[in-house]
Nanobody, 123 residues
Framework: QVHLREAGGGSVQAGGSLRLTCTAS????????IGWFRQPPGQEREFVAA?????HYADSVKGRFTVSRDNSENAVDLRMLNLKPEDTAVYYC???????????????????WGQGTQVTVAS
């Protein structure tokens, strides 16, 4: 059983940057599809990015966010630049249940969710 834990959230001004890390324990995730999602206040969870054999991004973050693997740490990073107030949310990482060759943006097709980390962007 793999357990995921997010770290790196915080509060920044608009235009600032943060790096989130999703660290796995229990087994290697180096061949898994790992997704990042976020849940803004009062809204549903939404897809942000995923890393498979290449990265995939939601249109709202493309060009500002970068998802990458750190295989030595059994982790996946999400680097966020030029943050906007609308990026404020709890950010989660999760492991895709669809296998290593399918990239999905649907939250219901991910499992082993972390506890989440808060990102707050002030205007």
């Amino acid at each position: 059983q793999v357990h995921l834990r997010e770290a790196g959230g915080g509060s920044v001004q608009a235009g600032g940057s943060l790096r989130l890390t999703c660290t796995a324990s229990g087994r290697s995730i180096n061949d898994d599809v790992i997704g990042w999602f976020r849940q803004p206040p009062g809204q549903e969870r939404e897809f942000v990015a995923a890393i498979a054999w290449k990265p995939h991004y939601a249109d709202s973050v493309k060009g500002r966010f970068t998802v990458s693997r750190d295989n030595s740490e059994n982790a996946v990073d999400l680097r966020m630049l030029n943050l906007k107030p609308e990026d404020t949310a709890v950010y989660y990482c999760a492991l895709s249940s669809m296998g290593r060759w399918v990239v999905t943006t649907r939250a219901e097709e991910y499992e082993n969710w972390g506890q989440g980390t808060q990102v707050t962007v002030a205007s």
